[in-house]
């Protein structure tokens, strides 16, 4: 009993005397950042801390629990350019840890400085001497995974094409989670109304077309660079066109081939009776073109009011009232050395610079002029006595034309010449192109003709208009490669008969049906890929385009395709031109059919299509669906004494 007192007197007194044995007081201890990271990256005080993550949150860990009272006035997140970034705050380990989370993710790329301030306190009162940490934010955005458009891959491959108008079927797969209460609006497809909606984790948003696209059109899809992940990552946003397809019905009740090349005849014909300058009956250069003239286009005009006349689309009476009014206005317009300009005034007769020094005579378009008036002298009736005085001023007109004046002298053909300039523009007549049909009435001339030597050396260059070369498995007889645009078969021969025209150089029907099989062929093989290039779709000639008026080819593609081209070429590419001309006019004729026929060009991959006519586009397809059907103009311009003779002339069988 005495030893256990003795025991807890001892206790008692080292309880006294020795109280270093109880833990010290924990508030002379600092408090310490042992570690601060971001995700998966740690956020050091040495650094440089880069590519933190933009969408994660930061943890500090301490080596003591916190005074949690202290904690938010003690936290401060800054943005570079020191603005302030607002977070919540969370607590692990026993408050020993800080969670700290942006409200909106971190911007990419970008600095931020963690400021822990010295009025931060332990729980038990440990203090602070504060410190900052600098980051920065990696590239981390919200991204496409993958898109498909009705199957096909869509995030990579640009310009699909032929994708139903009817059904458009759009899947996007994301990186992150959207916001189900707000992405719908960020998405568009063209201006249709869109049925929208996420699945797989809010990852995946399908999207389908509530009403049709139009058809045949360039449709873009786009997703606003404005969306947000759940979390608020940045999106660069996406865009990518595809071509719809075409909407195959007819536009038009079907008619037999042979009524809807009446159709097409009768309808373009009105550009030239209809529209004709009321004040002279000459065809105006386009349709938007005013007073403005043109002197070509009136010859391949006047060939037409010869198909016109004897298919009955218009009368007799009314034709050939229609032309004296030309014949009038030829006879009283400006005329240098009896060649017309390019254009007139068509209510003054006046010129019209068609370009810088050229305010003279042109010898080419003045040829087309010649060579629609020597076919209407060959219809018209000389028996005839009003008939009969026509055909006289007809004479008059074609016997003043100088064509030797246009030569200075030479074995060539000068395209103009200007009563201020002279000959300063100093272009030759040189083929092969359209221009054949000059040297061929040049030479005809019972007044003022050219030499056989201006035809050999000057249009032919002694040869050099040859090529021989084969495109497509197609031998090229003449002119450059590939064989240019198709104006060169046609304006020339809306007259000349080119069934059995031979001379030294080439058979021109060869020729014209060789050119025409080569354009055809490029069309086909499409190898620029433009949209609505094939085998019922095709013909590059000069025309209008997106931009301006082109001589379009195959060496000079820019994905215009000008009705003319095919359709003109119906005598040499029957099949073909055939086929063109239905799908022009019941596929495409809600676009492409207007009140004078075929408008004048489309771009189907620009989405361009054409308002226009001119009258150069529009002649030919009158005089060469004729000539294809009854052979009219070629037989009455072959006809002609003076053509016969020229032909001969220069070494042509015929």
């Not at 570690?35 to 005080?45: F, N, R």
């Not at 309808?267 to 209809?274: C, G, P």
Request: charged share 15%.
């Amino acid at each position: 009993m005495k030893s256990c007192t003795i025991i807890g007197v001892l206790v008692i007194v080292m309880l006294i005397f020795f109280p270093s044995c109880k833990k010290k007081n924990s508030s002379t201890e600092s408090l310490a950042v042992e570690k601060v990271t971001a995700g998966s990256s740690e956020i050091t005080l040495q650094g440089p801390n880069f590519n933190i993550p933009v969408d994660s949150s930061i943890l500090i860990q301490f080596n003591v629990s916190l005074d949690t009272s202290t904690v938010r006035k003690s936290l401060v997140l800054k943005r570079s350019g020191n603005t302030n970034v607002l977070f919540g705050i969370t607590y692990l380990n026993r408050n020993q840890t800080v969670v700290l989370t942006p409200a909106t993710v971190f911007n990419p790329l970008t600095n931020y400085v963690l400021q822990i301030g010295s009025t931060l306190l332990g729980a038990s009162g440990e203090s602070f001497s504060g410190t900052s940490y600098s980051f920065t934010t990696n590239n981390r955005k919200l991204t496409l995974k993958s898109v498909t458009l009705n199957g096909l891959e869509f995030l990579q491959n640009k310009n699909l094409s032929n994708i139903d108008y009817n059904h458009e079927d759009i899947e996007l797969m994301f990186s992150d989670p959207l916001d189900s209460s707000d992405y719908k609006t960020y998405f568009t497809l063209g201006a249709s109304f869109l049925s929208i909606s996420l699945s797989d984790s809010n990852r995946k948003v399908s999207i389908t077309n509530v009403s049709p696209l139009p058809d045949y059109t360039l449709t873009q899809f786009t997703v606003s660079s404005s969306l947000k992940s759940k979390k608020g990552l940045l999106f660069n946003g996406f865009s990518n066109s595809f071509y719809t397809s075409l909407d195959s019905t007819y536009k038009f009740p079907p008619l037999s081939d042979d009524a809807l090349l009446s159709l097409v005849q009768q309808q373009t014909l009105k550009y030239f009776v209809d529209f004709a300058h009321p004040a002279c009956g000459m065809a105006r250069e386009r349709n938007t073109s005013g007073d403005v003239v043109t002197t070509g286009g009136s010859g391949f005009g006047v060939m037409a009011l010869v198909v016109g006349i004897n298919r009955g689309f218009i009368l007799r009476d009314q034709g050939l009232a229609q032309f004296g009014k030309i014949l009038t206005f030829l006879e009283t317009c400006d005329r240098f050395h009896g060649v017309w300009p390019h254009w007139m005034d068509g209510t003054t007769g006046k010129v019209v610079p068609f370009g810088p020094k050229d305010d003279g005579g042109d010898i080419v378009e003045t040829s087309y002029m010649v060579m629609g008036l020597y076919t209407m002298r060959q219809y018209l009736d000389s028996t005839n006595a009003s008939e009969k005085l026509l055909i006289n001023r007809i004479n008059a007109l074609t016997n003043a034309v100088e064509y030797d004046w246009y030569t200075q002298g030479q074995n060539v053909l000068y395209w103009n010449w200007s009563p201020d300039y002279g000959f300063a523009i100093n272009v030759k007549v040189q083929g092969y192109n359209e221009t054949l049909i000059t040297y061929v009435v040049a030479a005809s001339s019972t007044t003022h003709p050219i030499s056989a030597a201006a035809y050999s050396q000057g249009y032919a260059q002694n040869g050099a208009i040859k090529n021989g070369n084969s495109y497509y498995g197609i031998t090229l007889p003449l002119g450059q490669a590939y064989g240019g645009p198709l104006f060169f078969t046609q304006y020339t021969y809306l007259g000349l008969d080119p069934r059995n025209l031979n001379d030294t150089y080439a058979n021109y029907w060869t020729q014209n049906v060789n050119q025409s099989m080569i354009n055809y062929s490029y069309c086909v093989a499409d190898p620029k890929k433009y949209i609505g290039y094939n085998s019922t779709s095709w013909g590059l000639t000069a025309s209008d385009d997106p931009g301006a008026y082109t001589a379009h080819s195959p060496a000079n593609d820019d994905g215009v395709i000008t009705p003319t081209a095919a359709v003109s070429s119906l005598p040499y590419t029957p099949v073909q031109s055939m086929n063109a001309i239905r799908k022009f006019y019941y596929i495409l004729g809600n676009r492409l059919w207007g009140q004078y026929g075929y408008y004048d060009a489309f771009d189907v991959s620009a989405g361009w299509w054409a308002t226009s006519y001119i009258a150069i586009d529009e002649g030919p397809i009158v005089g060469m669906i004729e000539n294809y059907r009854t052979q009219l103009l070629w037989n009455l311009f072959m006809s002609c004494p003076e053509i016969q003779h020229g032909l001969t002339k220069l070494g042509f069988t015929y």
